[in-house]
């Protein structure tokens, strides 16, 4: 009888079934994998929600004016002071031009002059058109007087009536070279062109001052018994500001109180340089409790004109190549390519190939891959 060496053959029969056991894994695995995967659904909402969102806005004056001197002269009275409360029409700053007030009567002397000449041109002319009638009644006796003096008549009253019309316009351009000089001289006075208070004054007594904007301006006049709150509305919302809205706001200077306005106007066009589009709320500030400058944050009411579509954030998946949602189709896995809008809590607005009821992968990501078997 043959010996059988044990020690050999249990190395084999070790080795058969590992390679059996692990062709057994391979199968269970490969059978995983063609497996269709199991996730959470969810579905595509169709809202109308409204919803706060809040940007900064800044509150500016009703009205604002920088003034400044028309003439050049000395400022001989300033009747203002920063923060006096002055009335439309109210003389603010008296200057002295010397050579204005000369120029004046210069125009004065030259206008009665011009006048005087129409009242001799006048007179002439009035002389020779009663010599020419004469000379035409004595003609009617034959050769009373000669054809030539006739002539030489009527071109004389001509002439004349020629110069009246000269004199005429040379009394209106007159007219006209003072009454610009009387503006000037209204220029030395400068008044205030509305109610409101002077917020900032650069000039006293004696000050020379020129004429234009050259350099600070002598006094600044707002109004502020209403203010624009003026805020800049981002592209996403610029559609959704209705003609009605109220906003509320808040200033660090009142922390404690909230503030109202209306929507009184808007600019209907995006700002180039920031995308978005200036409105303005009136606030009324009769007592004078805000501050023109005042920075303050506004809680905006934005709704859309309709209902639009929305799905979980987690549904989303934006990749450097595009957004977009995971949709069952059958049991495939479809990538739709959206575009994104507002965010309601846990939602946000999408815009694309998709209609409310469709069915979406809640907790997308790139590694459920198009065309890719899925199983609810």
């Known amino acids: 009888m043959k010996r059988i060496n044990y020690w050999l053959i249990l190395p084999a029969m070790a080795s058969f079934y590992a390679c059996t056991s692990a062709g057994s894994e391979n199968k269970k695995t490969e059978t995983k994998a063609a497996a269709p995967a199991r996730l959470e659904m969810t579905e595509v909402r169709e809202m109308q929600p409204s919803k706060n969102v809040t940007l900064p806005a800044e509150l500016l004056p009703w009205n604002r004016v920088n003034l400044y001197a028309k003439v050049k002269g000395f400022a001989s009275q300033v009747k203002v002071d920063r923060g006096t409360w002055v009335r ?57 007087v000669s054809l030539n003096e006739i002539d030489q008549a009527q071109s004389r009253m001509d002439a004349d009536s020629a110069l009246v019309m000269v004199a005429q316009e040379g009394v209106q351009a007159a007219r006209a070279n003072l009454r610009s000089k009387q503006d000037l001289k209204h220029y030395l006075t400068i008044t205030a062109p509305f109610d409101g208070v002077i917020i900032e004054r650069n000039i006293s007594p004696g000050a020379l001052v020129g004429a234009g904007e050259a350099g600070k301006p002598l006094l600044v006049l707002e109004d502020t018994r209403t203010l624009r709150l003026t805020v800049a509305i981002p592209e996403a919302y610029a559609n959704q500001l209705h003609k009605k809205s109220q906003v509320e706001f808040m200033v660090n200077a009142i922390p404690e109180r909230v503030f109202k306005g209306s929507l009184a106007r808007s600019a209907e066009s995006l700002q180039q340089d920031k995308r978005s589009m200036m409105a303005e709320f009136d606030i009324p500030n009769a007592k004078g409790e805000l501050k023109s400058g005042m920075y303050a944050q506004v809680k905006l009411p934005v709704e859309r004109s309709q209902a639009t579509l929305f799905v979980p954030k987690t549904s989303v998946v934006t990749s450097s190549e595009k957004v977009f949602v995971i949709r069952l189709n059958g049991d495939k896995a479809q990538w739709v390519t959206v575009d994104t809008g507002n965010t309601l809590d846990s939602l946000i607005e999408v815009f694309g190939e998709v209609k409310a009821g469709d069915v979406l992968v809640k907790k997308a990501s790139e590694e459920i891959r198009d065309g890719q078997s899925l199983q609810k």
Do not use: F
């Open 88 to 144: 439309k029409g109210q003389v603010l700053v008296q200057l002295d031009a010397p050579e204005v007030v000369s120029e004046v009567n210069q125009a004065q002397a030259q206008v009665q002059a011009q006048q005087a000449n129409l009242i001799q041109q006048q007179s002439k002319y009035r002389a020779s058109r009663l010599t020419y009638r004469r000379l035409v009644e004595t003609n009617r006796m034959e050769g009373a």
